[in-house]
């Protein structure tokens, strides 16, 4: 499984390789099955390729599936180790992000509306990400918008 998993993250270092991209792509979701019927989605082996998930759509231009994947193992991780823990600190961090790319204002209020409440409890209410989420949010559901 480790030359499966090292197979997948070789095809990160190109991301112009469309081809491969899309092969890890398809590698690491089934990893990620094998790895949950193992592990479980809380066990880090299955966070981690989760999170790979999300990095692999982040490469491909689909920031909306990347900032889904990332809000996802955020939850995750504050199951596995708790608010404050440094990969759950860079999970969120990622989710905003990847979500700072999503143009659809749909997707932009839906992924965000779920983000600020994860932002608020990792990175704290008033945190500079929290009122930044909460704002885009906010503009995004305006009318006219």
Do not use: C
Request: aromatic share 4%.
């Amino acid at each position: 499984m480790h030359d499966r998993i090292a197979s997948v993250a070789s095809a990160l270092h190109d991301p112009e390789d469309r081809h491969a991209l899309g092969l890890a792509g398809v590698e690491a979701e089934k990893l990620d099955q094998e790895l949950t019927q193992k592990y479980g989605q809380g066990h880090p082996h299955t966070v981690n390729i989760r999170e790979l998930r999300g990095w692999i759509a982040h490469l491909a231009g689909d920031s909306e599936t990347a900032a889904r994947w990332y809000l996802h193992t955020t939850g995750l991780q504050i199951s596995v180790h708790g608010p404050t823990h440094e990969q759950t600190q860079g999970s969120v961090r990622r989710a905003v992000h990847t979500w700072q790319q999503v143009t659809d204002p749909v997707a932009v209020v839906e992924i965000g509306s779920d983000l600020a409440k994860v932002v608020a409890a990792v990175l704290g209410p008033d945190s500079d990400a929290a009122r930044f989420v909460q704002a885009r949010v906010a503009s995004s559901q305006a009318p006219g918008q």
